[in-house]
């Protein structure tokens, strides 16, 4: 049974660092054709995927923000992060992280998402 | 960045009835389309990927089709639990985009 989960801190200020996790279970990062996702949705942005990390570590971000994403993964602990800097208003949103299953490149199971908001 | 126009906005429906919701592609993008229902409470559920493939445990009431950069989403004989928000989301090539989503509600 896959599921995913996300965690953020709900709430921070402009111009800080945005630290998510995604904790999962039913599959491992370790394993080949695995992939985690990060989508993001707001009421002005709609849904707008983020960034995607490999089971070989291999990452990819949408080049929109890449100068301010970093994702990793610990797969010991069944874990994904992202990592957005320099948070502002308009960055407030859900936050999904999803499944990925390689040759494919949709989102098979995603997590209930956890809502962050930037405000002063 | 591939952009998806998805149309209608809404949708308002009764029950039994069905409905086809679309998602145009400013570029080609082969097949590579999938189709997402979002409900209240609920964890984003995959519908349809490659255009027309069903996921898993997805009732058959559910397709899709393509035509060029044109796919369609169909759900025959409308029941309660199928109104909800759809998206559509490229998958062929990176940036993923989106569609801006369909909301279906009960006539």
């Known amino acids: 049974q896959v599921s995913l989960k996300e965690s953020g801190p709900g709430i921070l200020q402009p111009s800080q660092t945005l630290s998510l996790t995604c904790s999962f279970s039913g599959f491992s990062l370790n394993n080949y054709g695995m992939c985690v996702g990060w989508i993001r949705q707001s009421s002005g942005k709609g849904l707008e995927w983020l960034a995607h990390?490999?089971?070989?570590?291999?990452?990819y971000y949408n080049p929109s923000l890449k100068n301010r994403l970093t994702i990793s993964k610990d797969t010991s602990t069944n874990q994904a992060f992202l990592k957005i800097t320099n948070m502002d208003t308009a960055d407030s949103a859900t936050y999904y992280c999803?499944?990925?299953?390689?040759?494919?490149?949709?989102?098979?199971?995603w997590g209930p998402g956890t809502m962050v908001t930037v405000s002063s | 960045d591939v952009q998806m126009t998805q149309s209608p906005y809404y949708l308002a429906v009764s029950p039994g009835e069905s409905v086809s919701i679309n998602c145009k592609a400013s570029k080609s993008i082969s097949k590579y389309l999938a189709w997402y229902q979002q409900r209240p409470g609920k964890v984003n559920k995959l519908l349809i990927y490659d255009g027309s493939t069903l996921q898993s445990g997805i009732p058959s009431r559910f397709s899709g089709s393509r035509s060029g950069t044109d796919f369609t989403l169909t759900i025959r004989s409308l029941e309660s639990e199928d109104f909800g928000l759809y998206y559509c989301q490229q998958h062929n090539e990176f940036p993923f985009t989106f569609g801006s989503g369909t909301r279906l509600e009960i006539k």
């Open positions: 999803a499944r990925t299953l390689r040759p494919h490149w949709h989102f098979d199971f």
């Open positions: 990390i490999w089971w070989n570590d291999d990452k």
